[in-house]
């Protein structure tokens, strides 16, 4: 079955970096764009950034657009978000999500970010 | 960027309500709309795309209509697994955008 599972959440001063992943199995990861989604605590949802099935397309939120880069390893099935220069106001649990061209349907179970000092 | 407006914020409802969620855009988006539940510490579980299409496994006490600029979702007979947290998102255009949320509780 599909599986998505996001990993390298944790707890990181403000303006440090942090790798999140999102390892895909059960489909075929190299044929569907892939979605990174937030959520901070006790709040909505917010779309933080899209990359197309091989690579040549990414977007991103205005709130992340120049500090944040989505990429992707069809090889390995791997989906990853390098997050730069983090703020307190990117504390949020992150999912990584499959697009099957409609709104996205599989989505992996999160992994916590916590920008404190 | 398409504003997604969502009525209302909360509602409390009864076992057996129908019950109707709201998502308004900002702009034309056609039927590009999706529904999705979310209980909490898991993640959004998707229940309508294409506006009005059921996801394979969701019950149909579930439906989705609209087209254009607004949208609804309702539930015919709200059931006790049902209370949680609606969001409805966008896929006509970059960047994507939620609907603030409505959170389903029992009356």
């Known amino acids: 079955q599909v599986q998505l599972v996001e990993s390298g959440g944790g707890v990181v001063q403000p303006g440090r970096s942090l790798r999140l992943s999102c390892a895909a199995s059960?489909?075929?990861?190299?044929?569907?764009?892939m979605h990174w989604v937030r959520q901070a605590p006790g709040k909505g949802l917010e779309w933080v950034a899209v990359?197309?099935?091989?690579?040549?397309?990414?977007k991103y939120a205005d709130s992340v657009q120049g500090r944040f880069a989505i990429s992707r390893d069809n090889s390995k099935n791997t989906l990853s978000l390098q997050m730069n220069s983090l703020r307190p106001d990117d504390t949020a649990v992150y999912y990584c999500?499959?697009?099957?061209?409609?709104?996205?349907?599989?989505w992996g179970q999160g992994t916590l970010v916590t920008v404190s000092s | 960027d398409i504003q997604m407006t969502q009525s209302p914020s909360s509602l409390s409802a009864s076992v057996g309500d129908r019950v109707t969620i709201t998502c308004r855009a900002s702009?034309?988006?056609?039927?590009?709309l999706g529904w999705y539940q979310q209980k909490p510490g898991k993640a959004p579980k998707r229940l309508i795309y294409?506006?009005?299409n059921l996801q394979s496994g969701v019950p149909s006490r579930f439906s989705g209509s609209g087209s254009g600029t607004e949208f609804t979702l309702t539930i015919s007979s709200l059931q006790p697994e049902d209370f949680a947290t609606y969001y409805c998102?966008?896929?006509?255009?970059?960047?994507?955008?939620f609907g603030q949320g409505t959170k389903v509780e029992i009356k």
């Open positions: 999500a499959r697009d099957p061209n409609t709104v996205p349907d599989c």
């Open positions: 059960g489909f075929t990861f190299s044929g569907y764009a």
């Open positions: 990359i197309s099935y091989d690579g040549s397309l990414k």
């Open positions: 702009q034309d988006i056609g039927n590009d």
């Open positions: 294409a506006a009005f």
């Open positions: 998102l966008q896929h006509n255009n970059y960047p994507r955008t």
